[in-house]
């Protein structure tokens, strides 16, 4: 059974990581959460959930305006071969979310450490970040550090890079 919303807000008060949640309608695509950029301050993002020819799974965490090249992505993550989005069935079965809610919060559901977690230089060059709560009916703000310091919670490290043509350098 996947992480809930509750579970993953108990996550962060076991490591002490402040957020807050703006509840809102749900949103399935980049440009249905644009209006929320009025109400949220921070990086406002997308996620991609990448397969690779071998089978290796990259969730790719970028700013939501950010144009990210399909083919020739996977130079630049480690892919063996060019990438294709991953299907809804898989990314239930290792993330634990349906396509719309995909988040870096939903690590807490990948107990396997199948997936290789990518976050985009220039999206962490914001102070603070915006992700679903595992559903798109919310937003949750996160600071950049307490954001990194929850993946590891979950068994990742988060590798970052230069992913996007606007990426600038973090020194994370």
Do not use: W
């Not at 480690?78 to 988040?103: D, I």
């Not at 307490?146 to 043509?165: K, N, Q, W």
């Amino acid at each position: 059974m996947p992480a809930s919303r509750n579970d993953l807000m108990q996550r962060f008060d076991a490591l002490g990581i402040a957020t807050s949640t703006l509840e809102h309608p749900p949103v399935f695509t980049v440009e249905e959460s644009s209006g929320l950029e009025r109400d949220l301050p921070g990086g406002h993002t997308k996620n991609l959930f990448l397969k690779d020819k071998k089978g290796g799974l990259f969730l790719v965490v970028t700013l939501n305006d950010a144009r990210v090249d399909l083919k020739t992505i996977h130079e630049k993550i480690g892919a063996h071969g060019r990438v294709t989005f991953g299907k809804p069935e898989l990314l239930m079965e290792v993330l634990g979310v349906k396509p719309g809610s995909v988040t870096p919060f939903a690590l807490i559901n990948d107990t396997g450490q199948q997936v290789t977690a990518i976050f985009d230089a220039a999206m962490m060059a914001h102070e603070v970040l915006n992700y679903h709560p595992l559903s798109n009916d919310a937003t949750t703000s996160i600071a950049r550090d307490d954001l990194l310091r929850f993946a590891r919670s979950c068994g990742h490290e988060p590798r970052i890079v230069a992913v996007t043509e606007a990426a600038v350098d973090a020194d994370l």
